[in-house]
């Protein structure tokens, strides 16, 4: 079975620009989570959504949103990029978030992106 | 809130050697997973081992082990018989089930082991 894929693998943008960045899950996985990962910091939650309703949000701006989809996949938007948004952005799925317990996270391979 | 802490930023070992990487964390909850995931140059996030907070028994997945002490809040991996290929950032993480950290991976700030050959 695919692992959890993201696109695109890198990007360049400028200051002030939107992005967008994909995910598509583990076929099964019903949640999808977001991370930032600074150069050499440990990851930062952005995000968790499941069936398509945000089940939480880290300390991050509203410049940050995100959603996902019917299929399970989701898309990270950050908009009015700041030079301090250059990171690698990691998407990450979990199968169904149990209402007693959640479960291990399977991460995909990230997004680089670097702002100029 | 939560907090992972790993003291050591760097570790070095021989191949075929043994090393043990250290981890404490900081929780009020009592219902919580832990993790050790690495991550190689080619930066994709790996699970090496998980933790259940209510099992007392370690965890053990081939040459991965944990040494779990609930009540000193310390998660170490134990590495045995260590190969080139483990050569990579390691990172400790907790989640919790409760309130509005539900399902949310916290980690550490990662310590970067490197295997000799």
């Known amino acids: 079975d695919a692992g959890v894929t993201q696109s695109p693998t890198h990007l360049i943008k400028t200051r002030g620009q939107q992005v967008t960045l994909r995910c598509s899950p583990i076929?099964?996985?019903?949640?999808v989570s977001w991370y930032q990962q600074v150069l050499g910091q440990g990851p930062q939650f952005i995000f968790q959504?499941?069936?398509?309703?945000?089940?939480g949000r880290g300390n991050f701006p509203d410049r940050f949103s995100a959603r996902q989809f019917p299929n399970y996949s989701s898309e990270l938007n950050v908009n009015a990029l700041l030079l301090g948004d250059s990171a690698l952005y990691l998407c990450?799925?979990?199968?169904?978030?149990?209402?007693?317990?959640?479960?291990?996270?399977?991460f995909g391979p990230g997004t680089r992106l670097t702002v100029l | 809130a939560q907090t992972v802490t790993q003291s050591q930023p760097e570790m070095s070992v021989q191949e075929a050697e043994t090393v043990t990487l250290s981890c404490t964390y900081d929780?009020?909850?009592?219902?919580?997973?832990l993790f050790w995931y690495k991550q190689p140059p080619s930066r994709q996030m790996i699970l090496v081992i998980r933790?259940?907070?209510?099992?007392?028994q370690n965890a053990t997945e081939n040459r991965f082990s944990v040494n779990f002490q609930k009540a000193a809040k310390s998660f170490s991996l134990k590495i045995s018989d260590s190969q080139l290929g483990d050569t990579a950032m390691y990172f400790c993480?907790?989640?919790?089930?409760?309130?509005?950290?539900?399902?949310?991976?916290?980690f550490g700030q990662g310590t970067i082991l490197t295997v000799h050959p």
């Open positions: 990450a799925s979990s199968s169904v978030p149990g209402l007693a317990r959640p479960d291990t996270q399977y």
């Open positions: 076929s099964g996985h019903k949640s």
């Open positions: 959504y499941y069936e398509k309703e945000e089940r």
């Open positions: 929780t009020s909850e009592n219902n919580y997973y």
């Open positions: 933790q259940e907070a209510y099992k007392q």
């Open positions: 993480a907790f989640m919790t089930f409760g309130g509005t950290s539900y399902g949310k991976l916290t």
